[in-house]
């Protein structure tokens, strides 16, 4: 399975991007029937509170008009004090075109592109070193 996206974002996607999530899909078996919707978590098992090490990143995608459109991506982190528990620090939403920053709260387009150009960039760095463990989830 070959996904083909929708080259129009909320926000500008690169080609690397696409690629990597290319080659993920193409690293698992595909159900035969029609999928509307991939949600792709990407986790490095070693992450925990005491040690850090590589945020969790879910992406999500949904098919319209055969061409896949990116709907959010999200990093977590651990958060709190004695108890901590994984929090969004970064949402990605490519359908409001709008970016959560744990620190900052809500930005608008204008205001998140840069954020959102540093958080993928990061992320496939980190992706292309093998630092995470992929799942696919389909519908």
């Known amino acids: 399975m ?3 996206f929708d080259k129009v974002q909320g926000f500008t996607v690169p080609v690397k991007l696409h690629k990597l999530l290319n080659r993920e899909l193409a690293k698992v078996e595909t ?6 919707a991939l949600t792709f978590n990407f986790r490095d098992p070693s992450y925990s509170a005491e040690r850090g090490g590589y945020h969790p990143v879910e992406l999500r995608m949904e098919k319209h008009n055969d061409q896949w459109q990116f709907i959010y991506m999200t990093d977590f982190s651990y958060s709190g004090g004695q108890y901590p528990e994984l929090e969004r620090e970064i949402d990605v939403c490519f359908e409001t075109k709008r970016v959560f920053s744990l620190f900052s709260g809500w930005h608008n387009h204008c205001d998140g592109k840069a954020l959102v150009k540093l958080f993928i ?3 496939i760095d980190y992706q292309t070193t093998n630092a995470y463990q992929t799942t696919i989830n389909f519908r």
């Not at 159900?31 to 509307?36: A, F, G, H, I």
């Open 121 to 123: 960039s990061n992320f």
């Open 2 to 4: 070959q996904l083909n």
């Open 31 to 36: 159900p035969e029937q029609d999928l509307n």
